[in-house]
């Protein structure tokens, strides 16, 4: 639904004011659709401008390669996928494909490319675009590092017009509605001779057919989209988009409160009910579409066998795992940390999705038991020496290291908790708080850390990082493994569900799937996080949540929120610009050096590891 807002709110969620008629994508076309035709412009004078504020650093502007959260949503901005998904109910609706069509075996899918949609340098789009993208990443391994998975079981992929695009596959696949690939211009990048490095970084504006351009880019900094006035669901009302990266979370309150920026995104609850009693600010607090975890190394390994890292080998033991997991409170981690703001950790998809979640029954549930725990241990040889540590036959002592992303207050506060629990067990934790957490889990030099990713309404990108083939080819590639896991029961599963197209079957096997995570002892998933967001209702008049009846703003399933979003009479101006590849007037009065973290930061092209909203 849109969300309309009055210009003072006090102590108000946005999800106590969500009175307003529900809206479909399609119902939302003509409020965009105005702005084109130039009314309202009482609200358009000056150059209004949308500043949201990021705490993730853009990993790539490369669709091939972006992974992150902050990534994979200006890519929905700015680039088609053939499908999207509907505000209301996150069913498949028509993005860049007005239509797909099954073979009655379900090998061959036939979409029709919409004749209205054109690329922003003023070329059409044509189905030779989608096949250019989905060969590139079927032929070129560097192309396939961001979605690969869904491209992996293609066996021919062909335009044969310019307005009808064919997929063949090798077998039956169940995600040949919610192929959540960017769809780019061939014409752009056919020249790339080298995906594992082209960032798509240099020049600006960025060629799209979405939304939104991107029309400037600064490490660390911000992300600058103007509104595509040719899209074809209609021109955006804000005349620019800014995304603005904040290291510290305080500063981005505190800019939202001056109204330098107009949404904030990730509180924690003190920031949540300290801006629920501001004037002009509505706090949203919807259920969330991630997970918040524990992943345990499971001995870092290659395709080809080659183990690598330094992660401790007392974790291969199983009984070790769960005892671990036996002295973990994850009631108490929702209730100290996240101070009821997230629901309590059980399967691997959060209860948004609610076909595909999954709970472990009583007699299979890891609970907390902190008695339990110390009973494993013993029972696997680690007992307790005269200083009360844990030590093996071998005499190492039970010391772990867990990975902390320093950015997120999340993590600092429950390590704190899990060194108290594991601390009278007899087993030490040393934390290890770092801005780039990317390189030691690349290399596997990491006993333990916390992990979490955004869910797609099609679950499959999430479960196939947990796959073998998900693992590096050798130790110096990079892979799209999430954590080095590779389980055969758990392939078997994931390849039956892969081409099981009735819903309830295929949720019946995800379930398992989780089932068979979760005893395997290498995941576990402490917490589904609220989205808690917020925004200035004297900037914003209304914007679209996703889902409609009590939905998050950032990170969406789509391009809703920023797109529907109407500018409010104190909506801040700058000065318009014709020089699109220009910072001029970004910043609203505030300097870089407030913005940016003393240095700018490593701007990788290969996969990083990222805060707790890891990928969309």
């Given at each position: 639904m849109t969300v309309k807002t009055p210009h003072r709110t006090t102590r108000r969620r946005t999800r106590l004011i969500l009175a307003c008629a529900m809206l479909t994508a399609s119902a939302l076309v003509p409020q965009a659709t105005a702005a084109a035709d130039g009314t309202d412009d009482d609200k358009r004078d000056g150059h209004t401008v949308l500043t949201v504020a990021v705490s993730q650093s853009v990993d790539s502007l490369s669709p091939f390669l972006a992974q992150r959260l902050v990534s994979t949503s200006i890519h929905r901005l700015a680039y088609e996928f053939l499908t999207n998904y509907d505000v209301e109910d996150a069913r498949p609706v028509p993005g860049l494909a007005t239509d797909w069509r099954p073979s009655a075996d379900k090998l061959t899918w036939t979409y029709t490319i919409r004749k209205d949609s054109?690329?922003?340098?003023g070329r059409p789009v044509t189905a030779e675009d989608a096949a250019w993208t989905f060969n590139t990443m079927m032929e070129n391994e560097d192309a396939a590092t961001a979605n690969g998975s869904f491209t992996a079981n293609f066996k021919r992929v062909t335009a044969p017009d310019s307005h009808t695009l064919v997929i063949e596959l090798k077998k039956p696949q169940a995600t040949m509605t919610a192929l959540d690939?960017?769809?780019?211009?061939?014409?752009?990048?056919?020249d790339v001779t080298d995906f594992s490095s082209f960032n798509n970084d240099k020049r600006f504006p960025i060629v799209g057919n979405g939304p939104f351009v991107i029309t400037d880019f600064?490490?660390?900094?911000?992300?600058?989209?103007?509104?595509?006035?040719?899209?074809?669901?209609?021109?955006?009302?804000?005349?620019?988009l800014l995304l603005k990266y904040y290291k510290d979370g305080d500063a981005a309150v505190a800019a939202l409160r001056k109204g330098e920026v107009s949404f904030v995104q990730g509180l924690t609850p003190a920031q949540a009910a300290a801006l629920e009693k501001e004037a002009d600010i509505a706090v949203n607090d919807a259920p969330g579409r991630r997970f918040y975890a524990l992943a345990v190394n499971p001995g870092a390994r290659a395709k080809d066998g080659t183990r690598f890292g330094d992660g401790h080998p007392a974790l291969l033991d199983p009984a070790v795992r769960k005892a671990l997991f036996h002295a973990v409170d994850r009631s108490a981690v929702v209730d100290k940390v996240f101070q009821g703001h997230a629901v309590k950790g059980e399967g691997y998809i959060p209860p948004r999705f609610s076909s595909y979640f999954w709970k472990p029954s009583p007699s299979q549930e890891i609970a907390y038991d902190p008695a339990e725990?110390?009973?494993?241990?013993?029972?696997?040889?680690?007992?307790?020496?005269?200083?009360?540590?844990?030590?093996?036959?071998d005499g190492r002592p039970l010391d772990f290291r867990i990975l902390c992303h320093a950015t997120d207050p999340n993590d600092k506060a429950v390590a704190k908790y899990f060194q108290e629990w594991w601390g009278k067990l007899g087993i030490g934790l040393t934390v290890e708080c770092l801005d780039n957490v990317s390189d030691p889990w690349l290399r596997g030099d990491y006993d333990l850390a916390f992990d979490g990713w955004s869910v797609n309404?099609?679950?499959?990108?999430?479960?196939?990082?947990?796959t073998c083939d998900a693992l590096p080819a050798t130790p110096g590639d990079t892979g799209s493994t999430d954590n080095f896991i590779c389980d055969k029961r758990y392939d078997e599963l994931y390849a039956r569900q892969a081409v099981e197209y009735d819903p309830a079957k295929r949720a019946e096997l995800v379930k398992q799937m989780q089932s068979r995570l979760y005893d395997t002892g290498l995941m576990n998933v402490l917490a589904y996080p609220n989205a808690v967001e917020a925004y200035r209702t004297d900037h914003i008049e209304s914007i679209t949540t996703m889902p409609a009846g009590a939905g998050n703003l950032w990170g969406q399933d789509g391009y809703w929120s920023w797109w529907s979003a109407v500018p409010a009479s104190g909506a801040p101006v700058s000065a318009d610009t014709a020089d699109e590849g220009s910072s001029a007037g970004v910043f609203i009065g505030v300097a870089a050096a407030a913005v940016v973290a003393a240095g700018a930061g490593v701007y990788m092209a290969r996969r990083r590891r990222a805060a707790s909203d890891d990928r969309e």
């Open positions: 054109t690329w922003s340098d690939v960017p769809i780019v211009p061939r014409h752009i990048w056919e600064k490490v660390d900094q911000y992300v600058r989209l103007k509104p595509n006035k040719n899209f074809w669901r209609g021109t955006p009302r804000f005349d620019e725990a110390a009973r494993l241990l013993d029972g696997a040889g680690y007992r307790r020496n005269a200083e009360g540590k844990r030590v093996g036959e309404p099609d679950p499959d990108f999430v479960l196939a990082i947990h």
